[in-house]
Protein backbone atom coordinates (compact mmCIF):
# COMPACT_ATOMS: atom_id res chain seq x y z
CA UNK A 1 0.00 0.00 0.00
CA UNK A 2 1.40 3.61 -0.88
CA UNK A 3 1.99 5.52 1.80
CA UNK A 4 0.10 8.58 1.25
CA UNK A 5 -3.00 6.05 1.04
CA UNK A 6 -1.76 4.03 4.22
CA UNK A 7 -1.91 7.44 6.33
CA UNK A 8 -5.39 8.76 5.09
CA UNK A 9 -6.94 5.00 5.68
CA UNK A 10 -5.19 5.25 9.33
CA UNK A 11 -6.88 9.14 9.74
CA UNK A 12 -10.01 8.00 8.44
CA UNK A 13 -9.82 4.76 10.66
CA UNK A 14 -9.42 6.92 14.02
CA UNK A 15 -12.33 8.87 13.04
CA UNK A 16 -14.30 5.81 12.40
CA UNK A 17 -13.04 4.22 15.94
CA UNK A 18 -14.55 7.77 17.53
CA UNK A 19 -17.54 7.32 15.76
CA UNK A 20 -17.72 3.74 16.86
CA UNK A 21 -17.04 4.93 21.02
CA UNK A 22 -19.82 7.59 20.62
CA UNK A 23 -22.51 4.50 19.29
CA UNK A 24 -21.64 2.74 22.36
CA UNK A 25 -21.89 5.60 24.89
CA UNK A 26 -25.35 6.84 22.68
CA UNK A 27 -26.78 3.07 23.91
CA UNK A 28 -25.26 3.17 26.87
CA UNK A 29 -27.23 6.80 27.35
CA UNK A 30 -30.11 5.70 26.09
CA UNK A 31 -30.14 7.89 23.35
CA UNK A 32 -33.18 8.01 20.78
CA UNK A 33 -33.45 4.94 18.87
CA UNK A 34 -33.24 6.93 15.21
CA UNK A 35 -30.32 9.08 15.91
CA UNK A 36 -28.37 5.84 16.70
CA UNK A 37 -29.60 4.49 13.81
CA UNK A 38 -28.20 7.60 11.52
CA UNK A 39 -24.71 7.07 13.37
CA UNK A 40 -24.43 3.59 12.32
CA UNK A 41 -25.36 4.80 8.66
CA UNK A 42 -22.42 7.79 8.99
CA UNK A 43 -20.37 4.64 10.53
CA UNK A 44 -20.98 2.35 7.52
CA UNK A 45 -20.63 5.22 4.92
CA UNK A 46 -17.01 6.02 6.09
CA UNK A 47 -15.88 2.77 5.97
CA UNK A 48 -17.16 2.42 2.62
CA UNK A 49 -14.98 4.94 1.66
CA UNK A 50 -12.04 3.54 3.43
CA UNK A 51 -12.54 0.53 1.67
CA UNK A 52 -13.18 2.10 -1.90
CA UNK A 53 -9.57 3.95 -1.18
CA UNK A 54 -7.70 0.73 -0.47
CA UNK A 55 -9.26 -0.92 -3.06
CA UNK A 56 -8.27 2.28 -5.63
CA UNK A 57 -4.83 1.35 -4.13
CA UNK A 58 -5.27 -2.49 -5.00
CA UNK A 59 -5.87 -2.13 -8.51
CA UNK A 60 -3.33 0.47 -9.34
CA UNK A 61 -0.74 -1.29 -7.57
CA UNK A 62 -0.81 -4.82 -7.24
CA UNK A 63 -3.29 -5.56 -9.95
CA UNK A 64 -1.51 -3.10 -12.38
CA UNK A 65 1.51 -5.01 -11.45
CA UNK A 66 0.49 -8.70 -12.77
CA UNK A 67 -0.66 -7.40 -15.83
CA UNK A 68 2.91 -5.75 -16.38
CA UNK A 69 4.17 -9.07 -15.36
CA UNK A 70 2.70 -10.89 -17.91
CA UNK A 71 2.20 -13.54 -15.50
CA UNK A 72 -1.11 -15.24 -16.71
CA UNK A 73 -1.36 -17.30 -13.51
CA UNK A 74 -0.85 -14.27 -11.04
CA UNK A 75 -3.19 -12.57 -13.69
CA UNK A 76 -5.76 -14.84 -12.94
CA UNK A 77 -5.38 -15.05 -9.63
CA UNK A 78 -5.54 -10.71 -8.69
CA UNK A 79 -8.60 -10.99 -10.60
CA UNK A 80 -10.03 -13.92 -9.00
CA UNK A 81 -9.46 -12.38 -5.26
CA UNK A 82 -10.56 -8.80 -6.25
CA UNK A 83 -13.96 -10.09 -7.97
CA UNK A 84 -14.51 -12.69 -5.10
CA UNK A 85 -13.98 -9.65 -2.15
CA UNK A 86 -16.14 -7.01 -4.81
CA UNK A 87 -19.09 -9.74 -4.85
CA UNK A 88 -18.58 -9.84 -0.50
CA UNK A 89 -19.07 -6.56 -0.49
CA UNK A 90 -21.98 -6.15 -1.80
CA UNK A 91 -23.74 -8.47 0.43
Not at 4 to 21: A, H, N, P
Request: with cysteine; net charge positive; aromatic share 2%.
Amino acid sequence: MRNDIKTSCQKRLSRIEGQVRGLSKMVEEDRYCIDIVTQISAVRAALRRVEEEILKDHVSHCVEHAIASGDKADQRAKISELMAVIGRADR
